[in-house]
């Protein structure tokens, strides 16, 4: 007995021991079974105190009446499924007629206390079914992402991690454009370059326009079809990019063959409909700090400026089609900027926003789009650098989390894949140059006169 005791203590220590250093872990073997029971033991019980239950039909009423018996009690959402996770537990459930889906939503917070679990959401698959997704611990404090995020698409590459345990993922074929917001030491940039290193495998140009002279950007040179380190630059690229993209749509004018005998789904209308051999590459246009190109300080830069913005907006009102996308990052983007500022932001159907400094920041990115997702932006804390809030044109948001990657990683994948970058027609003259630079002297120093 005494043995068997020890053992018992030693089983606990080393489950607390986990569960404060190694949550994964402790969630693994310890934590999924007792949260599974708990959840099927209090399951009844909570949904009846969160008012998730409906009264028994007529006909079971009549027919206790009838044989005399006790009034069957309200019914819970039936539960079609439980599926545990690396993360936490999945709930499908079956809603009984009168239910909807919002109110299931409503009470994830209490729902969350009852089972004592760290975070649930709720969405709905279909009309009457909804899935449950509850986390076990707090999977945003030390981001791992999950050997499936290498389940990537021709333009779909994981950039971060869901509070519910599920990865994000940036598919730039569904949203095709996205502004990313963020105070500075928010970790807008690692959010950044996560998406870079993801997209360095891919066959896809990169271009980028880094007006802090580059430091962001110009590490990762080997994998960019073209950079900009200033405005002047940056405006001769986009001008390129117009250019590119007009050349595109000729080549696919010039492949739709559209006549009776052409099945439907061979009509071309962008570069995915071409044939794979002479479907041109597909281009990611990365900007950062994009106040930098919509300030100006006098008639000329005006010009400039004026010039930029007309062509970022022509590509992100036509590029989509032509395999040009957007990525515009800023820690603000709004109507101080400039006429035209605005027009963008409504092509940019993905935002993301880390942390901001006030909550006219956070309008900028989802004022149009879900108070909640404003509410939530500007409550993330100062030292959770990289939380951040990713929502869409839809209203739908989540709160997510980039794995740190240290700017000597993300350089070595770059130069890794540096075979894949594509030379772009018209973008050669701003390819960077990959020349190691000279060393730079060292100061002479005055020797000290020789004693005599």
Sequence with gaps: ????????????????????????????TFGVTLAALRVLVRYGSVMDACGLTVPAPRWRLALARMADRPVPSPRAPRILRVRPTRTGLVLRLKLRPGQDAFDVSASADRLR??????????????????????????????????????????????????????????????????????????????????????????NVALVGIDCKQGVELFPLA????????????????????????????????????????????????????????IRPVPVVVLVDEVAELALFANKEQEKRRDRIITA?????????????????????????????????????????????????????????????????????????????????????WHRIRAPHTSLRQALNLCNKHADRTPHLPGLDAFRPALNTPAPVPAPAVESAPAAA
């Design 1 to 28: 007995m005494t043995w068997l005791l020890v053992a018992l203590m030693l089983v606990v220590a080393a489950a607390g021991l986990l569960r404060w250093r190694r949550p994964a872990w402790y969630w693994l």
């Design 312 to 396: 970022l907006v022509r590509l992100a009102q036509l590029g989509r089609a032509a395999g040009i996308y957007l990525e515009i990052c800023g820690q603000r983007f709004g109507s101080e900027l400039g006429k035209g500022i605005t027009m963008l932001r409504a092509q940019l159907t993905g935002r993301t926003a880390h942390r901001v400094n006030d909550e006219t920041s956070a309008n900028m990115a989802f004022g149009d789009i879900s108070p909640d997702a404003v509410l939530a932006a500007i409550t993330i804390p100062a030292e959770a650098r990289g939380v951040a809030i990713a929502g869409d044109s839809t209203g739908g």
């Design 222 to 277: 080997r994998r960019f079809s073209a950079l900009a380190d200033n405005p002047d630059t940056a405006a001769d690229i986009l001008d390129a990019l117009v250019a590119h993209m007009e050349d595109v749509y000729r080549l696919i004018r010039s492949h739709q063959a559209i006549s009776v005998s052409v099945p439907d789904a061979e009509i071309a209308a962008d570069i995915w409909d071409l044939p794979e051999d």
């Design 113 to 202: 206390h009852s089972f004592g679990m760290y975070g649930v959401t709720s969405r709905e698959l279909r009309s009457g079914v909804v899935e449950l997704r509850m986390t076990g611990y707090d999977v945003l404090r030390r981001v791992q992402m999950p050997s499936l995020a290498a389940d990537t698409g021709p333009m779909r590459v994981p950039v971060a991690l869901r509070e519910d345990g599920s990865v994000h993922y940036r598919d730039y074929r569904a949203v095709p454009h996205a502004l990313t917001l963020g105070a500075t030491e928010s970790g807008k940039s690692v959010y950044q370059r996560n998406l870079v290193a993801g997209l360095a495998p891919l």
